[in-house]
């Protein structure tokens, strides 16, 4: 059965911190790894990755891909507390099909 | 664009009673995405269309459960009857698969059922 698998389940630091986040995958017919963010409402798209050792960096967030290990960081440095949410990452196969991992709770103290 | 409309955005009502759930997509998005999201199992992919036709239901928790897509702009997700283990925030995504590399659903802001 397909599963992803996020770690930690959450997570408490102080802002200024950096942290990351972690997500392992069991996929059949991997295409690409997305990560969310979720705060009160909807999830909103961060990145999309599907080539293994390429880093995306989005300001403070960067992610990167291993194929050949199966999972993707998330990290965020010089936290801040509007970082404060609920980080998903999801697997897409080449089916089109989504399967979410729980998530990582992140709560940054002021 | 207003995004992915969802209604209602809450709703309470009685064991054993249908729920009609409702969704408009982004005008020009091709693929529709139902979810549902509780604290144990997390978000959860329901069923998703492409171009109106349901394409994998496999996370349809059973019979009770149906979702519809009559045309481009609309889309239900009917439960009947409903329990109390159906309380979740559910969600509707949209996406275009236009241009590569596909990539972002645009969720709705949600419906929080409680089922009593």
């Known amino acids: 059965e397909d599963k992803v698998v996020q770690s930690p389940l959450s997570l408490v630091v102080h802002e200024g911190d950096t942290v990351t986040l972690n997500c392992s995958y069991e996929v059949t017919n991997f295409r690409s790894l997305l990560w969310y963010k979720q705060e009160k409402k909807a999830p909103t798209f961060l990145f999309m990755l599907?080539?293994?050792?390429i880093e995306k960096k989005s300001g403070r967030l960067s992610s990167i891909l291993d194929k050949k290990e199966l999972f993707s960081i998330l990290n965020i440095t010089a936290t801040q507390t509007g970082d404060s949410a609920v980080y998903l990452c999801a697997s897409m196969n080449r089916d089109d099909k989504i399967i979410f991992g729980k998530g990582t709770r992140l709560h940054i103290l002021p | 664009d207003a995004g992915v409309i969802q209604s209602p955005r809450h709703e309470v009502t009685e064991m054993g009673q249908e729920v009609t759930l409702r969704c408009k997509p982004i005008s020009g998005h091709d693929y529709l995405f139902w979810y549902r999201q509780t604290m144990m199992r997390g978000l959860e992919l329901l069923i998703y269309f492409n171009n109106n036709v349901p394409i994998d239901d496999s996370g349809m928790p059973e019979d009770r459960f149906s979702a519809k897509m009559p045309n481009a702009s609309f889309s239900t997700l009917k439960i009947q009857p409903s329990e109390p283990r159906d309380s979740a925030v559910y969600f509707c995504?949209?996406?275009?698969?236009?241009?590569?590399?596909?990539?972002?659903?645009?969720f709705g802001p949600g419906t929080r059922l409680t089922v009593l």
């Open positions: 995504a949209s996406s275009t698969k236009q241009g590569f590399p596909y990539n972002e659903q645009f």
């Open positions: 599907t080539s293994s050792g």
